[in-house]
Every structure is written in structure tokens, then in C-alpha cells.
């Protein structure tokens, strides 16, 4: 299940140089960063935990129950992102 950052985001840009799938960027019409959910695996792959959601001071990231997929979905995801 992708990650996705809800309207309480203040903008710190804490949690984009944390992600492994640069899933992260920062939507500059909504003052807020905003989530890729075709590139966020949950950091499976490359991390036990969410790494975003431990760096943001505000606790605005959840999953996302419109992106639900198995462990196995998402470790295909991050192999098929960083394969050469
Ligand atoms: S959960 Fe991991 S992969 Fe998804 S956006 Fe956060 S840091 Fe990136
Ligand atoms: S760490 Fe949290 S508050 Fe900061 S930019 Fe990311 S989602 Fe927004």
C-alpha cells in the first residue's frame, strides 16, 4: 500500500531526501509534498519501516487504502524501479 501525505503537511521537506524511491517531491500549487504512489513501496525493499514517516514532525503521512497492495506487490515495485 502506498504512503500518502495528507493536508496537515507543513512543508519541512524532512521527509523527501529519506525515501529510497524518490517517491517524494514537492507540489509547489498546494504548498505541501505529495506522494507517487506508482514509486512509494512502503520502503520494502530497502527499509523495515517507512522511513518518511519517521522523519515528518508532524505525523501527516498514512497509508494509502486506495493503493493496496501485498508485501510481495511491493518488493516487485522496488526491484522493477531500481532494476539497471
Ligand atoms: S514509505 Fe518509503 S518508499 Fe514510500 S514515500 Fe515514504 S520513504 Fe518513500
Ligand atoms: S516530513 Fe511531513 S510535514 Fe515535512 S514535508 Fe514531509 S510530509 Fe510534510
Not at 27 to 36: G, K, P, Q, R, W
Not at 59 to 84: F, G, M, N, S, W
Amino acid at each position: 500500500m502506498a504512503m500518502r501525505i495528507t493536508e496537515e503537511c507543513i512543508n519541512c521537506a524532512a521527509c523527501e531526501p529519506e525515501c529510497p524511491n524518490q517517491a517524494i517531491s514537492r507540489d509547489e500549487a498546494a504548498s505541501l509534498f505529495v506522494i507517487d504512489p506508482a514509486r512509494c513501496t512502503e520502503c520494502v525493499g530497502a527499509h523495515d519501516e517507512p522511513e518518511c514517516v519517521g522523519v515528518c514532525p508532524v505525523d501527516c503521512i498514512v497509508a494509502d487504502p486506495e493503493h493496496a497492495e501485498t508485501r510481495d506487490d511491493l518488493q516487485a515495485k522496488y526491484e522493477r524501479l531500481h532494476a539497471a
